[in-house]
């Protein structure tokens, strides 16, 4: 069974920063890759950034690349989304995810984390 957990959401004005973890349990050993995703209410959840242990590569979707950093610790159990100069679209809830093949698809991500909400106010 694998658990995700999300923390470091939180209410900020455009222009601000936030900085989310995952704390990741179970067979985390497993996964090829942890990743972020985002759901505004009525909109389908969309992909944000990946990480990827076998190469330690990062990706970004282009709506927020060179604003968010995806970052992994030494524990390699957790993984980190550093959001800056945060505009008003960005406003969601951010899930952590996690998988076996890939991290940039919700379709295909197999483990999910319960979301954190962001909110930028303008």
């Known amino acids: 069974q694998v658990e995700l957990v999300e923390s470091g959401g939180d209410s900020v004005q455009v222009g601000g920063s936030l900085s989310l973890s995952c704390a990741a349990s179970?067979?985390?050993?497993?996964?090829?890759?942890m990743g972020w995703f985002r759901q505004a209410p009525g909109k389908d959840r969309e992909w944000v950034a990946a990480f990827y242990h076998g190469t330690s590569r990062s990706y970004y979707s282009d709506s927020v690349k060179g604003r968010f950093t995806i970052s992994q610790g030494t524990a390699k159990n957790a993984v980190w989304l550093q959001m800056n100069s945060l505009k008003p679209e960005d406003t969601a809830m951010y899930y952590c995810?996690?998988?076996?093949?890939?991290?940039?698809?919700?379709?295909?991500?197999?483990?999910w984390g319960q979301g954190t909400q962001v909110t930028v106010s303008s």
């Open positions: 179970g067979y985390t050993y497993i996964y090829g890759c």
């Open positions: 995810a996690a998988s076996n093949r890939n991290c940039m698809s919700p379709s295909v991500v197999e483990y």
